[in-house]
């Protein structure tokens, strides 16, 4: 099973994740995919880990190739997040990989084995949708990246839902 939670930033999309998952299942895994460096970063990460104390989640930090984790076929997984992972995957200390199209295919194949291999996947992502275009060529390709995966994502998802200034809007229900 997949259900996706999206919204914009700062929407409340994580918590209610982590609720969601937390009323459904007791054996969960928390992928953070952020990569721990910077400020910034470590600010995210911190605010993150507050918020899911006492909430029994295993975290696996992995920013890059989930699908060789070390998981149970009953384990439930929220995936923290899709942005992340594909920047994570996208861009590196030169800017952004020449072979884009292939590695978004390869996240998007890398979930569906992680949802083979477990009893569910929540996972969060970000609408970005509305972001201004023409800024860089970069920006262009990543956005259009991310939407790839986010429609790929509904197509295939039990349940979406948009998380919009911390309420969630159903969209799609199996």
Known sequence: MITYIYGGVSSGKSEYAEELISREFNKKIYLATMENTGEYAGKRVEKHLLQREGKGFFTIEEPRHIKDLNIDEDDNILLEDLTNLLSNNL???AGLKNNFKEITEEI???????????NSVFIVGNDIFSTE????KELDIFIDCLYSLHT????VADRVIEVVY?????????
């Open 152 to 155: 790929k994502i509904i197509e």
């Open 133 to 136: 275009r023409n800024q860089s």
């Open 166 to 174: 911390g309420l969630p809007y159903d969209k799609k229900l199996i």
């Open 108 to 118: 998007f194949s890398d979930i569906i084995t992680l949802k083979d291999r477990c």
């Open 91 to 93: 861009f590196n200390e």
